[in-house]
T-cell receptor, first 117, second 112 residues
Framework: DARVTQTPRHKVTEMGQEVTMRCQPILGHNTVFWYRQTMMQGLELLAYFRNRAPLDDSGMPKDRFSAEMPDATLATLKIQPSEPRDSAVYFC???????????????FGPGTRLTVL | DAKTTQPNSMESNEEEPVHLPCNHSTISGTDYIHWYRQLPSQGPEYVIHGLTSNVNNRMASLAIAEDRKSSTLILHRATLRDAAVYYCILRSWRGTGNQFYFGTGTSLTVIP
């Protein structure tokens, strides 16, 4: 049963510390998404990759957030320095896009619950 | 991006059909209508999607209005495991760009 995996599942850190969240997309999927979920804002799209290239990161605060795909099996989301307002659940999702760029279904991971004190 | 409007919450009795409405009056001709649901403490999961015609799958049915300005997700027999937040989303047929807006969704409570 292929699934998206995320590590760590929970992270508590202090303000100013660097946080790295990792995601392993489903093997063979060529699109990866990072979302953030909070009670106030709901689910927000932060960044979107296709074939490891960033296509859209307009939802991500550029000064402190960065997203990369070092290889096809790993996506990372980094926050440096972290702030209390970054506390949220961060979800990674993957999907299989056609050559046209369209895709049907996103498969979500279990999320990383981040608490910044 | 086109937005959707859903009721904040709905209730249904177990084993009865549930009709979850969604308004998307600013939908464009190339926008697909997607439904996802999020069970407690889990990531969202895909339910169904469509463009113009009604769609059926093993989880649900999607009824799309003729003018495409609204749609309804139909759960034919609600079970307790269907209690979740249901999101109606418009996905643009673009290769790039911010394509998904989840909104606040409808929290479905299933009463035993």
């Amino acid at each position: 049963d292929a699934r998206v995996t995320q590590t760590p599942r929970h992270k508590v850190t202090e303000m100013g510390q660097e946080v790295t969240m990792r995601c392993q997309p489903i093997l063979g999927h060529n699109t990866v998404f990072w979302y953030r979920q909070t009670m106030m804002q709901g689910l927000e799209l932060l960044a979107y990759f296709r074939n490891r290239a960033p296509l859209d990161d307009s939802g991500m605060p550029k000064d402190r957030f960065s997203a990369e795909m070092p290889d096809a099996t790993l996506a990372t989301l980094k926050i440096q320095p972290s702030e209390p307002r970054d506390s949220a659940v961060y979800f990674c999702a993957s999907g299989l896009a056609k050559d046209s760029g369209s895709y049907n279904e996103q498969f979500f991971g279990p999320g990383t619950r981040l608490t910044v004190l | 991006d086109a937005k959707t409007t859903q009721p904040n919450s709905m209730e249904s009795n177990e084993e009865e059909p549930v009709h979850l409405p969604c308004n998307h009056s600013t939908i464009s001709g190339t926008d697909y209508i997607h439904w996802y649901r999020q069970l407690p403490s889990q990531g969202p999961e895909y339910v169904i999607h469509g463009l113009t015609s009604n769609v059926n799958n093993r989880m649900a049915s999607l009824a799309i209005a003729e003018d495409r300005k609204s749609s309804t997700l139909i759960l034919h027999r609600a079970t307790l495991r269907d209690a979740a937040v249901y999101y109606c989303i418009l996905r643009s047929w673009r290769g790039t760009g911010n394509q998904f807006y989840f909104g606040t969704g409808t929290s479905l409570t299933v009463i035993p």
